[in-house]
């Protein structure tokens, strides 16, 4: 039986519905990745799913370059990945002692006051984008932090692509090259440093690649459909209610 008799019934329902919300999430429905984070937690904890999480998430990253590549705005990947990878060192030595829950809730504050902006925004039809390098700068270890102590650098991400206004097929082929560089950056400090990733984990990770190219397929198609506005206001939305998650679990 192997890696199938380790976790129960229930756990396995939870992680195989986390790598099939990952492949969704990493195929375009930017916003549903602290719901997946969650259900990963419940069975390793907040630190240790970090392991399991990543290796899924690098192979999923390697399918959204391959599907969206061609949509890459390379100005964004240049602005954000300096800063990120600056938030990674910082997250590698500081999570080691960090309160997570403490650290969740800081995190949700800040995205919901991002979010609000980003709300303000759409109600007043803007168009103007933040040009300040403090805007990227600060977005960029935001990102970097939190991706490396929980995997919730999505949320910044995408409040970033939000306010740049990027259409719906530039934003998701930016964010699948700027996390598969920022994932395979990161694997190194999980083996390394943290031993979060072990042969265990992947034979789990293994197990899981069914539900997570069922979610990636399910996703592009459900993305094909959307138009940018459309498009637009469901990543708001997704990214709303993934906060709340975090913020009142």
């Given at each position: 039986m192997g890696i199938f008799t380790v976790y129960t019934f229930l756990q396995w329902l939870a992680i195989a519905g986390?790598?099939?919300?990952?492949g969704l999430n990493k195929a375009g429905l930017k916003g549903m990745d602290m719901l997946s984070v969650t259900l990963m937690a419940f069975v390793f904890g907040s630190k240790s799913s970090t392991g399991v999480v990543l290796p899924l998430l690098c192979t999923a990253d390697i399918a959204a370059?391959?599907?969206?590549?061609?949509?890459?705005?390379?100005?964004?990947?240049?602005?954000?990945?300096?800063?990120?990878?600056a938030g990674?060192?910082?997250?590698?030595?500081?999570?080691?002692?960090?309160?997570?829950?403490?650290?969740r809730k800081a995190m949700a504050l800040i995205i919901l006051v991002t979010i609000v902006i980003v709300l303000v925004m759409e109600y007043r039809k803007t168009q103007t984008v933040p040009q300040h390098p403090a805007f990227a700068a600060g977005t960029g270890l935001a990102a970097g932090i939190t991706t490396m102590l929980g995997n919730l650098a999505g949320a910044f991400a995408n409040l970033y692509f939000l306010a740049m206004r990027l259409p719906k097929n530039d934003f998701i082929g930016t964010a699948a090259w700027i996390f598969?560089?920022?994932?395979?950056?990161?694997?190194?400090?999980?083996?390394?440093?943290?031993?979060?990733?072990?042969?265990?984990?992947?034979?789990?990770?293994?197990?899981?690649?069914?539900?997570?190219?069922s979610g990636f397929f399910a996703g592009l198609k459900l993305?094909?459909?959307?138009?940018?506005t459309h498009y637009r206001k469901l990543v708001i939305a997704l990214t709303l209610g993934g906060c709340l998650l975090m913020l009142f679990r």
């Open positions: 986390a790598a099939f919300i990952i370059v391959y599907y969206y590549n061609r949509h890459a705005q390379w100005q964004h990947f240049r602005k954000l990945v300096p800063w990120m990878m990674i060192l910082i997250g590698v030595y500081a999570g080691k002692n960090m309160d997570e829950a403490l650290f598969l560089f920022m994932n395979l950056f990161k694997l190194p400090f999980q083996v390394f440093f943290w031993h979060n990733i072990s042969v265990q984990s992947l034979q789990t990770d293994m197990a899981l690649l069914l539900p997570l190219a993305v094909a459909k959307l138009q940018d």
